[in-house]
């Protein structure tokens, strides 16, 4: 009887001293920031942001990896995507199974501990969970304002908000950033990739960043979350590497967009004004096969038949190239979901109208006015880059240039031929 009253005594010791019975209770979960690296593919070379939760006992049976940044890819991915149709959702899997994709690309990965109260902690795993089921897991994705950063970053906020705390996000820029200058550090080493975003972004990348903008970019997100306070206190630990970084964006050669176009310039004008003095059907000069008087026959493409007549097949690249940027720029700018595509000011050299420009021969009354309005267009855009608010993309100028020079050569092509090559 001692021996078993003993034992009551010290079950109830125990007992009493149990989380469940403490004012402060023990976390059961913690949880952290995962930033990753940029890798090889468009698609990768912003980096990545997602949750880590692992149980905290010493089987860690619990230890996943929550993840905003997960598509579903189906045979009409891009056109959604195209439309700003596409949705994301929230996946988890496993931490090993996570970070074996980035060891496989040498993709690093940082961690910072967030230090969250256990309720909050509780919280944040509900919500996470009830995010997780089938109709919640779908979100509209935004490159800009909704991503795999941002979601992180509000999901956070709402946990501290709805537990009476708040994030204090302390970190300021040296300068005002605006969300073309935040992204082109990544794209400096991609730079087709760079030009062909340059064309379809319009104004609305280039106003400035306010303080909650900076997030939607993962090493941003890190630094911001570096700097962040609740409290007073720092709400996340220093960052941690947990897997070095061994894949590095490679520089550029020398085929990029600003020498390629420029290249093709003075290709075109040597070729246009060689041509243009020799008054000899050239072998690099358009013909059209059609015999219909609204198209032109070979015999009234001749070279030295009308001015309207000397466009020749690098001209004609240049008019149809153009043409198809611009029926993409109004394609995105009114009939897609897309909000930084709107409002673009690369419509002024790159016309639609190019498309069936760079297909006409033989003389028409409408041409000397359409080259004329045009070129007033391109002159416009030359001092836009000035004056616009949209920083236009430093190729453009080649482009436009050369866009320039098939007008002159249709308004005034004696100009041209008075010049010595």
Same mark, same amino acid.
């Given at each position: 009887?001692?021996?078993?009253?003993?034992?009551?005594?010290?079950?109830?010791?125990?007992?009493?001293?149990?989380?469940?019975?403490?004012?402060?209770?023990?976390?059961?979960?913690?949880?952290?920031?995962?930033?990753?690296?940029?890798?090889?593919?468009?698609?990768?070379?912003?980096?990545?942001?997602?949750?880590?939760?692992?149980?905290?006992?010493?089987?860690?049976?619990?230890?996943?990896?929550?993840?905003?940044?997960?598509?579903? +890819?189906?045979?009409? !991915?891009?056109?959604? !995507?195209?439309?700003?149709?596409?949705?994301?959702?929230?996946?988890?899997?496993? !931490?090993?199974?996570?970070?074996?994709?980035?060891?496989?690309?040498?993709?690093?990965?940082?961690? &910072?501990?967030?230090?969250?109260?256990?309720?909050?902690?509780?919280?944040?795993?509900?919500?996470?969970?009830?995010?997780?089921?089938?109709?919640?897991?779908?979100?509209?994705?935004?490159?800009?304002?909704?991503?795999?950063?941002?979601?992180?970053?509000?999901?956070?906020?709402?946990?501290?908000?709805?537990?009476?705390?708040?994030?204090? +996000?302390?970190?300021?820029?040296?300068?005002?950033?605006?969300?073309?200058?935040?992204?082109?550090?990544?794209?400096?080493?991609?730079?087709?990739?760079?030009?062909?975003?340059?064309?379809?972004?319009?104004?609305?990348?280039?106003?400035?960043?306010?303080?909650?903008?900076? *997030? +939607?970019?993962?090493?941003? $997100?890190?630094?911001?979350?570096?700097?962040?306070?609740?409290?007073?206190?720092?709400?996340?630990?220093?960052?941690?590497?947990?897997?070095? &970084?061994?894949?590095?964006?490679?520089?550029?050669?020398?085929?990029?967009?600003?020498?390629?176009?420029? $290249?093709?310039?003075?290709?075109?004008?040597?070729?246009?004004?060689?041509?243009?003095?020799?008054?000899?059907?050239?072998?690099?000069?358009?013909?059209?096969? *059609?015999?219909?008087?609204?198209?032109?026959?070979?015999?009234?493409?001749?070279?030295?038949?009308?001015?309207?007549?000397?466009?020749?097949?690098?001209?004609?690249?240049?008019?149809?190239?153009?043409?198809?940027?611009?029926?993409?720029?109004?394609?995105?700018? %009114?009939?897609?979901?897309?909000?930084?595509?709107?409002?673009?000011?690369?419509?002024?050299?790159?016309?639609?109208?190019?498309?069936?420009?760079?297909?006409?021969?033989?003389?028409?009354?409408?041409?000397?006015?359409?080259?004329?309005? %045009?070129?007033? *267009?391109?002159?416009?855009?030359? !001092?836009?880059?000035?004056? +616009?608010?949209?920083?236009?993309?430093?190729?453009?100028?080649?482009?436009?240039?050369?866009?320039?020079?098939?007008?002159?050569?249709?308004?005034?092509?004696?100009?041209?031929?008075?010049?010595?090559?």
């Amino acid at each position: 009887m001692k021996k078993i009253f003993l034992f009551m005594i010290v079950a109830g010791m125990i007992y009493d001293r149990s989380p469940a019975q403490t004012s402060s209770p023990i976390p059961t979960f913690s949880f952290s920031i995962l930033t990753c690296s940029p890798g090889p593919d468009l698609y990768s070379v912003f980096g990545h942001t997602a949750i880590r939760c692992k149980e905290l006992t010493g089987a860690a049976i619990f230890d996943e990896v929550y993840n905003y940044g997960t598509f579903e +890819f189906s045979d009409d !991915f891009y056109i959604k !995507f195209a439309k700003g149709k596409l949705d994301y959702m929230l996946s988890r899997s496993g !931490f090993d199974e996570f970070m074996y994709e980035y060891q496989m690309t040498g993709r690093g990965v940082w961690e &910072q501990q967030l230090n969250l109260s256990p309720t909050q902690s509780e919280e944040l795993l509900k919500l996470l969970e009830d995010n997780l089921k089938p109709e919640n897991r779908y979100y509209r994705y935004d490159f800009f304002y909704d991503n795999c950063s941002t979601r992180v970053r509000d999901i956070i906020q709402d946990v501290c908000a709805n537990n009476g705390d708040s994030i204090n +996000f302390s970190y300021v820029p040296p300068h005002p950033v605006t969300f073309r200058d935040a992204i082109q550090n990544n794209l400096n080493y991609m730079p087709w990739s760079d030009f062909g975003i340059d064309l379809a972004l319009g104004t609305g990348c280039d106003k400035t960043m306010e303080k909650r903008d900076y *997030s +939607f970019l993962p090493d941003s $997100l890190l630094q911001e979350f570096d700097y962040a306070l609740r409290g007073g206190n720092k709400i996340t630990s220093q960052p941690n590497e947990i897997l070095a &970084q061994k894949f590095h964006l490679a520089k550029p050669n020398f085929w990029k967009p600003t020498n390629v176009f420029f $290249l093709f310039l003075v290709l075109q004008v040597t070729l246009g004004i060689v041509l243009l003095k020799r008054k000899t059907p050239p072998a690099l000069q358009a013909i059209s096969p *059609s015999s219909s008087r609204s198209v032109g026959t070979a015999e009234n493409c001749h070279i030295g038949k009308s001015p309207y007549r000397q466009l020749i097949i690098p001209d004609r690249i240049l008019l149809f190239i153009s043409g198809l940027v611009g029926a993409l720029i109004i394609f995105l700018w %009114f009939f897609t979901d897309h909000t930084t595509t709107q409002a673009n000011w690369n419509i002024l050299w790159a016309n639609p109208l190019n498309l069936g420009f760079a297909f006409v021969c033989g003389k028409r009354k409408w041409q000397r006015w359409y080259a004329g309005v %045009f070129m007033i *267009s391109l002159f416009i855009m030359f !001092f836009g880059f000035f004056l +616009f608010t949209q920083r236009l993309h430093f190729a453009t100028i080649p482009i436009a240039l050369g866009l320039l020079f098939v007008c002159i050569k249709i308004i005034r092509p004696k100009a041209l031929t008075n010049l010595s090559i």
